[in-house]
């Protein structure tokens, strides 16, 4: 069985830092997507980045394209974003999510994703 439990948000001001990361267990050896979603009071899940839990592959979303990093560390079983230069629009609720597949998939799309964390808040205050 797969958990994913997200950690590190906060409130942080406009041009500040924060390092989100997700614990998951029941992880495999299997090349599997592991996500990140946000979504906003109103607003529809929203990528954010993945990464290839082997290969280490990352997509990122163009809105945090050379602000966000998306990063592993196997032998911790742990996913992390690290979020740089926050803006008041990346005020959202942050989700881990791993794929229902491994190999290729749209990693952009919440469909293409089975297992969720339960979320952590970030707030930017402008």
């Known amino acids: 069985q797969v958990q994913l439990v997200e950690s590190g948000g906060g409130l942080v001001q406009t041009g500040g830092s924060l390092r989100l990361s997700c614990a998951a267990s029941?992880?495999?050896?299997?090349?599997?997507?592991l996500g990140w979603f946000r979504q906003a009071p109103g607003k529809e899940r929203e990528f954010v980045g993945s990464?290839?839990?082997?290969?280490?592959?990352?997509d990122n979303a163009a809105s945090v394209e050379g602000r966000f990093t998306t990063s592993r560390d196997i032998a911790k079983n742990t996913l992390y974003l690290q979020m740089n230069n926050l803006k008041p629009e990346d005020t959202a609720a942050y989700y881990c999510?791993?794929?229902?597949?491994?190999?290729?998939?749209?990693?952009?799309?919440?469909?293409?994703?089975?297992?969720w964390g339960q979320g952590t808040q970030v707030t930017v205050s402008s």
């Open positions: 999510a791993r794929s229902r597949a491994p190999g290729w998939v749209q990693t952009a799309m919440p469909s293409s994703y089975e297992y």
């Open positions: 029941g992880l495999t050896t299997t090349n599997y997507a």
């Open positions: 990464i290839k839990w082997i290969t280490g592959h990352t």
